[in-house]
């Protein structure tokens, strides 16, 4: 954002910043998201490279369409643990799943 529109906002009372600002979260919690974040890209990357649906992937995980799609977003419902599990069920070595964890770090 550039110099004058931060004075405008400042002068306004507002305040100007990210996401993290915002929802007043702590370094601990930003990296959470971003590591959430990071892994839930890759299963889409996997995902695409092999030319697959999200229908293809969920019946390789024994789950449904939906979830999947919930898996690629991020959503709140999803654990690190699920995302994780289901990067190594479609073939994510683990040395993959550590890079995209230590990219997100």
Known sequence: ?????QDRLTAASRRSGDA????ELTEEEVAFVELKLALADYLR????R???TQSQVA???GSSQSRVARMEAADA??????LVKSLLALGASR????GVIARAA
Request: hydrophobic share 40%.
């Open 45 to 48: 990357e996997l995902r695409t």
């Open 20 to 23: 993290a600002d915002f929802l």
């Open 59 to 61: 019946r390789r995980l």
């Open 95 to 98: 040395d993959e799943v550590g």
């Open 50 to 52: 092999d030319s697959w």
């Open 77 to 82: 419902s999803v654990s690190l643990d699920l």
């Open 1 to 5: 954002m550039d110099k004058a529109r």
